[in-house]
């Protein structure tokens, strides 16, 4: 693909990412800033008291700083499979994954999943670019081990970079696996919000439920939008949330630029029985 082509198209992508934050900056700025500046840390908690809302994180009220990412499509699944073995694999290249049937499932446990999955991942043959994963305790479950990818010191929690372990009955059978090969900074850095406004912003727009229980705050880059064949990726809060009476951990989001609640996710990222 020749340069002309390339500038092309992040300039598309620059336009529809001006638009979308624009109309967004517009719908939220407002909401944002009324119903928060009123709000101190100490009535904050005092309210979460009254809803009977309990906090096992440490939350944070230092701000960090991030950027808008993007990364386009990648054949690099594809081209490397051959070199997997002891598996069956299939790609399904309208979703760029890579879906594998291990030949010889193997027995893990709740202790010990992290370790046994991390030192089988390093045998070649096992995983393609194995390295490039990250355990991610507060999205697993007794279910499934999930891996988030690392992109140049980034944290991905994205359906786009993820290496996800299927575990039937303390067995692992198999994985699924999404890769980003490269991200591209699309603006200059900008400051995040801290976890504990994360927490507020959520509680503020009725995201926290009374009778429960906030178990972890983790920032991480998720989806943002696709434009013209890229997809973009923002700093996000994620957020775990446990109802006291099922148990249930709900997984919140927040963009960490803007505040806004995020609806609609593209990360996978929910927990039901966590044991890690």
Excluded: C
């Excluded at 517009?26 to 009324?34: A, F, R």
């Excluded at 700083?65 to 386009?72: E, F, H, K, N």
């Excluded at 027995?107 to 043959?125: E, I, P, Y």
């Excluded at 249930?248 to 996710?265: C, E, H, Q, W």
């Amino acid at each position: 693909m020749d340069f002309r082509k390339i500038e092309g198209i992040f300039l598309i992508v620059f336009i529809a990412l001006d638009f979308f934050l624009f109309f967004s900056w517009q719908s939220n700025k407002t909401q944002v800033s009324s119903r928060t500046a009123t709000t101190t840390p100490a009535s904050f908690a005092q309210e979460l008291r009254e809803d009977n809302i309990s906090i096992d994180s440490d939350q944070g009220t230092k701000r960090g700083s991030g950027y808008y990412l993007a990364s386009r499509p990648n054949t690099d699944l594809q081209a490397n499979a051959h070199k997997l073995m002891g598996q069956t694999v299939s790609l399904d290249s309208s979703q760029m994954t890579l879906i594998s049937k291990l030949n010889d499932p193997f027995k893990v446990t709740a202790k010990n999943r992290k370790a046994v999955l991390q030192d089988w991942m390093k045998t070649s043959g096992n995983v393609l670019f194995a390295n490039s994963y990250q355990y991610v305790p507060e999205v697993s479950d007794s279910s499934r081990a999930v891996f988030a990818q690392k992109v140049d010191g980034n944290l991905i929690m994205d359906s786009h970079g993820q290496l996800v372990f299927q575990i039937r009955s303390g067995w692992v059978t198999g994985y699924t696996q999404t890769y980003i090969n490269d991200l591209i900074k699309l603006q200059e850095m900008d400051q995040t919000k801290s976890a504990q406004e994360a927490v507020m912003l959520l509680y503020t727009y009725s995201e926290i439920p009374t009778n429960s229980k906030i178990l972890w705050e983790k920032l991480a880059y998720g989806w943002l939008l696709d434009a013209k064949g890229s997809t973009i990726y923002i700093p996000v809060w994620y957020v775990g949330i446990e109802n006291r009476n099922t148990k249930v951990v709900s997984i919140k989001r927040v963009n960490a630029f803007t505040g806004a609640v995020l609806k609609s996710d593209n990360s996978n990222a929910t927990a039901s029985d966590s044991d890690d």
